[in-house]
């Protein structure tokens, strides 16, 4: 009778326990995930995918943030060529600059 006590409160205790679920990824850690992916490509040369990864880290953030900001101004510093996108951000925060930065 001991043997079949034992198996059953280990069994009951055992059902209870639930597995760890992981978490979503909230926007704010997957721009910070981004921004970090850029720097390493700004630092290999390739100045295109940076400033790629940098508007789309800024995107996941919300409008009029400093961050969102800070990332326009490094994707525009990055860029090659012209892009709407990196336009945009940049005329979101009024400067003084943004719209000389966003021609």
């Known amino acids: 009778m001991k043997p079949f006590f034992?198996?059953?409160?280990f069994l009951i205790i055992s059902c209870g326990?639930?597995?760890?679920?992981?978490?979503?990824?909230?926007?704010?850690?997957?721009?910070?995930?981004?921004?970090?992916i850029?720097?390493?490509l700004l630092l290999k040369g390739d100045r295109a995918?940076?400033?790629?990864m940098y508007t789309s880290a800024a995107l996941?953030?919300?409008p009029g943030t400093p961050e969102r900001a800070e990332l326009a101004e490094k994707a525009a510093d990055a860029?090659?060529?012209v892009s709407f996108a990196i336009?945009?951000?940049l005329l979101e925060t009024p400067t003084d600059t943004a719209?000389?930065?966003a021609i």
């Open 99 to 101: 719209p000389f930065r």
């Open 49 to 52: 995918g940076a400033a790629g």
């Open 38 to 40: 850029a720097d390493s």
């Open 6 to 9: 034992v198996l059953c409160t």
């Open 60 to 62: 996941l953030l919300p």
């Open 17 to 36: 326990t639930v597995a760890d679920v992981p978490q979503p990824i909230s926007n704010q850690e997957r721009s910070a995930g981004e921004d970090a």
């Open 79 to 81: 860029s090659v060529s």
């Open 87 to 89: 336009a945009k951000l």
